[in-house]
């Protein structure tokens, strides 16, 4: 009689599998998560297309300037720096600038020259509060200011001090602005876009090639739908007790 222990050994090897394979599908084994998706990257489409010439963008932002007529600031600390004196000194060396970087409406620029003078009204200046923040990465603040104009117009600009004490103007832009943010080292800014109930959100960062801050991210997002607050029901008369009723 003929044995087959190859066959005997791959039946006593399979009989711990049994229950292993009876286990699958129950409670706390595993089951199935149907087909995967087949992966699929971009696909380029008319490939053999020449496609036309595109000529380096434009940096977009302001070229950055040394501001003129201003104490050297000690220890690049642009905290000792008075930021309407500052902004003072700026309409000084571009009077009468109507438009671009250093463009400010003229009724703007007469409220700035008499702003801490003898008269002011308190709140009349348009140069905010400044804002402090690190936004080269050299561990250094910068100064970064605000000017409102009219018409819910703001011009955002932003200083940093080199090591010889020049004050240098990185940023500088006017926007109708809804809000300016710091978000690490970006200052960010949300305008009204052109689409109703949309806003474009402009993220400026530091650019170590151009020395100065540039509009580096753009998105539109859609505005959040603001909540309407209930009408209180007004006071309730009884039938005939209107006016011109009788007692």
Known sequence: ???FPFRAGALLA?????PLLAGCGESGGL????ATATASGPVHLWPDRQGAAVPPADPGGAP???VQGIPPVPEQNVHAVDPVGLVQ????AHPDTDVGADGMPPETAAAIRACGGEGAAPGACPVLT?????LTGNNKDELIVGIEFPDKMMSVRVYTADADGRLNR???TTETVVSVELAGRDVVLRVP????????ITAWSWDEKQLTMLPTREQIVRVPAQPQTPVSPGPTTSAGAGAGASP
């Open 1 to 3: 009689m003929k044995t």
């Open 14 to 18: 399979l009989v711990p599998l049994v």
């Open 31 to 34: 089951a199935s998560a149907g």
């Open 64 to 66: 950055p300037e040394y």
């Open 89 to 92: 000194a700026e309409l000084r």
């Open 130 to 134: 400044p804002y402090y923040r690190d």
């Open 170 to 172: 990185i940023m500088a």
């Open 193 to 200: 876009s052109g689409n109703n109930g949309y806003e474009l």
